[in-house]
């Protein structure tokens, strides 16, 4: 398996445009997971996955974040518009389907560095 | 809610050293608690975790944790330190399994050879 595969790796956009991060996750996995990494707050949670339903999106910062996920192999995260406080790595992850012991062993993407200026 | 503290935002230690990268923990259930590392331009990948049993977990690339209830921490440790070993680590906590992982806010290992 090639792992959690996101794109674009590296975006530079300017403020208010739109912005689009797409994640393939591990084939098999149902559990998808959003998060972000700044300097100042560490990794977070943006919203996540089972079974390609959103179950917990609290983490999401404002309106102008959304996430999809319309099949088992495919999710977006989407920015509109974009602002420069935005900026950060964004990592895809996925997990078995499974809460309990196997559970919470993620599989990370490389991640999404978004440049907003 | 459940947390995840790690005071040190860096470590260094000499190649060939012990090292230790300190974790405490607060949850309102069972810790489900776990390491991950992070190497530059990487995404986190899974180096341990400690579910149930054994306090002593062992994982990849020799490191191993020490659960300890009683303290509600949760400490990374290797024996012999590598260069290679640098990176960022973080450890993260779940309750029981059936909540997302929660991370701490990482730690910057430097092996000096």
């Known amino acids: 398996d090639a792992g959690v595969i996101q794109s674009p790796r590296h975006e530079v956009t300017e403020m208010g445009q739109e912005v689009t991060l797409r994640c393939k996750p591990i084939?098999?996995?149902?559990?998808l997971f959003w998060y972000r990494q700044t300097m100042m707050r560490g990794l977070e949670l943006l919203i996540y996955f089972n079974n390609n339903v959103p179950i917990d999106d609290s983490g999401m910062p404002e309106d102008r974040f959304s996430a999809k996920m319309p099949n088992a192999s495919f999710s977006t995260l989407k920015i509109q518009p974009s602002e420069p406080r935005d900026s950060a790595v964004y990592f895809c992850a996925s997990s078995l389907p499974d809460w309990g012991a196997g559970a919470n062993v993620l599989t990370f993407g490389a991640g999404s560095r978004l440049t907003v200026l | 809610a459940q947390s995840v503290a790690q005071p040190e935002d860096q470590v260094n230690v000499a190649e060939g050293n012990p090292l230790t990268v300190k974790c405490t923990y607060s949850?309102?259930?069972?810790?489900?608690l776990f390491w991950y590392v992070q190497y530059p331009n990487r995404g986190l990948q899974f180096l341990l975790k400690?579910?149930?049993?054994?306090?002593l977990v062992k994982g990849s690339y020799g490191f191993e944790a020490e659960f300890n209830k009683s303290q509600t921490s949760f400490h990374l440790k290797k024996p012999s330190a590598l260069v290679s070993d640098s990176a960022l680590y973080f450890c993260a906590v779940s309750v029981s399994g059936n909540t997302p992982l929660v991370f701490g806010k990482g730690t910057r290992l430097s092996v000096i050879a």
């Open positions: 084939s098999g996995h149902n559990s």
């Open positions: 400690y579910i149930t049993g054994d306090n």
């Open positions: 949850v309102s259930g069972n810790p489900y």
